[in-house]
């Protein structure tokens, strides 16, 4: 079964419609995977439903477990996927009132960082849950889903799980929820290293005179340059800075500095740091202002 079709007569419920929720919906029409008619949203703020409903053409509801018990599987048809995408400090509260209203046959997915397929299954004693955990440039595409499975979800659920996260870009399915966790110090938090090595080089830039705009110009070009490079090469990295590195050169004189200031133990300390972090999240309920 291709993710093309894996979708096709699916329904999809989303309980909390914020940024997220909005990504995969987005992403879902504009690669027209799904029709608006096979979307139900729930959002407590009527501003926000109107805004959705005129903009996608979905249904907008305000109770969570009407939305849930709208996208119910119906008898042969194509499957139900019921997607969490509140706050962490909102999500035992979503699930107390979801209890009771999930289909056996639908699929539960999860966006909501930290929490537990554990945790989801027993407070809403459902058994077919996915945990992902995606990054921010979903918001245009081209984000990076990490996902893993309970024992209970199905290949069909799978496939379709697959195709409704290939909205916001690549997907990579993990054996475990340890994983998840890994994910969630490299692919999630990545953007925030990216970023700060970014705003680094543009104040360099600007430090020898350059002009902000021409810097970040000169900055944004030269990394994304320097990825698809690397993509397309297939060559390790280290072999590409070899490649540019020449006796004596400027390369060279930069790579001792960055060694020198121990770049790269920097950047190891601080994914695993937020290892540790996500490790300790996932073991407790998440305080009001947590991610
Ligand atoms: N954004 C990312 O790039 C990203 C990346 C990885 C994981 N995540 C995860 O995705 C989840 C959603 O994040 P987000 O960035 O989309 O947050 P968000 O924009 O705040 O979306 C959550 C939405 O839920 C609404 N809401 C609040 N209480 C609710 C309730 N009781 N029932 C239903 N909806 C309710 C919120 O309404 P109000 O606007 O009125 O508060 C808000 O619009 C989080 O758990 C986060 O960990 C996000």
Redesign the pocket.
């Known amino acids: 079964m291709n993710n093309t079709n894996a979708l096709s007569n699916c329904r999809l419920g989303f309980?909390?419609?914020?940024?997220?929720?909005?990504?995969i919906i987005a992403g879902l029409l504009r690669k027209q995977l799904v029709s608006p008619e096979q979307i139900v949203g729930?959002?407590?703020?009527t501003i926000?439903r109107e805004e959705l409903h005129v903009k996608y053409g979905i249904l907008m509801v305000e109770d969570?477990k009407e939305a849930a018990l709208a996208v119910a599987p119906a008898e042969s048809d194509g499957g139900s996927l019921l997607v969490l995408?509140?706050?962490?400090q909102?999500?035992r509260?979503?699930l107390q009132?979801l209890k009771g209203s999930t289909h056996q046959d639908q699929l539960v997915v999860s966006?909501?960082?930290?929490?537990t397929i554990a945790t989801i299954a027993d407070e809403l004693m459902h058994a077919a849950v996915v945990r992902t955990?995606?990054?921010?440039p979903?918001?245009i595409g081209e984000g990076v889903t990490a996902w893993t499975p309970s024992v209970a979800v199905n290949e069909k659920q799978e496939h379709q799980v697959r195709a409704m996260l290939d909205a916001l870009g690549i997907t990579v399915r993990v054996d475990n929820e340890r994983q998840i966790d890994m994910a969630t110090a490299l692919s999630?938090t990545g953007p925030t290293y990216i970023f700060l090595v970014m705003e680094a080089l543009i104040d360099a830039g600007v430090h020898m005179g350059f002009s902000r705009h021409v810097a970040q110009e000169l900055v944004h070009q030269t990394m994304l340059g320097a990825i698809l490079f690397a993509r397309e090469s297939h060559k390790h990295p280290a072999e590409l800075r070899n490649m540019v590195t020449s006796p004596g050169g400027t390369s060279a004189e930069a790579i001792y500095q960055m060694e020198k200031g121990s770049l790269r133990t920097v950047l190891s300390k601080a994914v695993w740091a937020a290892y540790q972090r996500a490790e300790a999240l996932g073991e407790r309920p998440p305080k009001q202002g947590e991610?």
């Not at 729930?42 to 703020?45: C, G, M």
């Not at 966006?111 to 929490?115: L, M, P, Q, R």
């Not at 955990?133 to 921010?136: D, G, K, Q, V």
């Open positions: 309980i909390g419609c914020g940024v997220m929720a909005e990504a729930s959002h407590p703020r926000r969570n995408a509140v706050k962490p909102r999500l509260r979503v009132e966006v909501v960082a930290g929490a955990m995606p990054n921010t979903a918001q999630a991610r």
